[in-house]
């Protein structure tokens, strides 16, 4: 009885220790930045997302995100340990400003409803007197153009951004670093040096 009762009290803990590791990590679709990659690219799997393939430590996943079609999912981990620190969301190309600046915008207001008002947010063009759809296009595709805001929680920080695809192509991503995975990566490159 006493054997009994004692691997259940282990058994309890365990689940204790894990489920509060997991509520110490940023969340992606509600599914902790944490683990190996196998492990959270099963969990996307899980939620519709299809895989599309590996790159520099990454994998890639395709699917619906935050109301948009075929965005690609990049799943990001520690090469040598396996740990997830960082997921990021690229969202279909567009070839338009006001199409990619529309989408940036709709994002943002989300991000602001979920997580509060941003801690930082640059949207500036290198030519100040930049006015008109083409000019701000050619703009982004000639990187001359910062646009990111970025929310930080207890456990990580999200930054949603405009990036230049190709030359004639923009688009908008969306990064989540856990906070603590993400440390972890940090000093280990730190090591590095």
């Known amino acids: 009885m006493k054997k009994t009762l004692f691997v259940l009290t282990l058994l ?10 997991d509520e110490e990590h940023l969340t992606f679709k509600g599914i902790p930045i944490n683990g ?12 519709g997302f299809v895989f599309y393939s590996s790159d520099n430590g990454a994998c890639i ?3 619906r995100f935050a109301s948009y079609e075929d965005c690609d999912i990049y799943v990001k981990s520690l090469n040598d340990r396996d740990l997830v620190y960082a997921v990021s969301v690229f969202f279909p ?9 529309s989408n940036y915008i709709s994002l943002k207001q989300m991000l602001t409803t979920k997580y509060g008002n941003p801690v930082d947010c640059e949207e500036i063009f290198q030519n100040r007197h930049a006015d008109d759809d083409q000019t701000k296009f050619t703009l982004l595709c000639m990187d001359r153009c910062k646009y990111h805001t970025t929310f930080k929680t207890e456990k990580g920080s999200i930054i949603l951004s405009i990036a230049n695809k190709s030359f004639n192509e923009g ?14 990566s940090m000093s280990e490159a730190i090591e590095d040096l």
Request: aromatic content about 10%; hydrophobic content about 40%; charged content about 20%.
């Open 171 to 184: 688009m908008v991503t969306l990064s989540y670093f856990d906070a603590t995975n993400h440390q972890k």
């Open 12 to 21: 309890c803990m365990s689940i204790m220790v894990y489920a509060q590791d």
């Open 61 to 63: 996943l395709k699917g």
């Open 36 to 47: 190996t990659r196998n492990s959270f690219v099963a969990k996307l799997k899980q939620k």
């Open 93 to 101: 190309s567009c070839e338009t400003w006001s199409a990619i600046e």
